[in-house]
């Protein structure tokens, strides 16, 4: 009997769904890699020594927080969190595209896939739309080189490092980490159907999933916002920590790491 093309669809829809969160991951990659839009590439902030630019450039841009440079921050944030978290969500978005090939809607996979991540990056929207106005007020203080994009005190950096890793420790990292070790128990239990309901099962597991990640990511103003080995080193350890089997463990050894590590600079600064 021949196939029908309803049939060859739902056969390749999981192909469907990778190719396009591929090529959504190259696109935000290439982005942040190019620069987000600032005057230089992530790898060439990643050689830059740790300090503000002698030749002003610090003066310039802080003095450029107009609503097209507020707007532009937040796209290289967005686009940024795009780029690191994608990577560990796609294989819930693929789990998602499974259990939704068993529905009543089968057909609707791909359109379902595109409004489950839309919802999940709509929470990363909102964070990076905080993180903006932070890295705005920051700068206004003097507390985050505008050139550089990182903290100017290394106590200062060594005493958010010091804080990332305590929260590693604390009962909403472990809570939010368990919901994201267990996708396919949290995507039954929340089951919706229709578009609106794939948005929000986006949103919930987004929410998890800042819960989980959001002290890491302040980490990227100890190393540089546009570090690029900080970037992937913080990508890679998101996706250790939700996929390898000793992922909670992992995630408690590496706080403590980070509270030895700001501890050894704090020791160094007396």
Not at 104 to 118: G, I, K, N, T, W
Request: aromatic share 10%; with cysteine.
């Amino acid at each position: 009997m021949q196939e029908s093309l309803a049939e060859r669809a739902l056969r390749r829809d999981r192909l469907i769904v990778a190719g396009l969160l591929g090529l959504l991951f190259l696109l935000a990659a290439l982005y942040t890699v190019s620069g987000a839009g600032i005057e230089m590439s992530a790898p060439k902030m990643t050689g830059m020594p740790g300090k503000a630019d002698p030749s002003g450039m610090d003066m310039d841009m802080a003095g450029g927080w107009s609503f097209g440079h507020a707007l532009l921050v937040f796209l290289m944030w967005w686009v940024m969190m795009i780029a690191m978290m994608l990577p560990s969500v796609a294989p819930v978005v693929l789990l998602y595209a499974a259990l939704g090939r068993r529905g009543a809607q089968a057909l609707a996979v791909p359109r379902s896939c595109a409004a489950f991540v839309l919802g999940y990056l709509a929470v990363w929207a909102l964070f990076s739309a905080l993180a903006t106005a932070l890295q705005w007020g920051l700068e206004a203080g003097g507390l985050v080189s505008a050139s550089m994009m990182s903290l100017t005190s290394s106590r200062a950096g060594a005493l958010v490092l010091i804080a990332a890793g305590a929260f590693q420790f604390t009962p909403l990292k472990q809570s939010c980490l368990s919901q994201c070790r267990s996708p396919a128990e949290v995507l039954t239990r929340h089951r919706r159907s229709g578009m609106t309901g794939a948005f929000r099962m986006g949103v919930e597991h987004g929410w998890y999933c800042l819960g989980c990640c959001w002290f890491l990511m302040a980490l990227l103003f100890v190393g540089g916002i546009m570090n690029f080995a900080w970037i992937v080193g913080l990508a890679l350890w998101v996706a250790a920590e939700k996929y390898l089997p000793h992922g909670p463990q992992i995630s408690k050894l590496a706080g403590a790491a980070l509270v030895l590590w700001g501890a050894a600079i704090l020791a160094g600064a007396l």
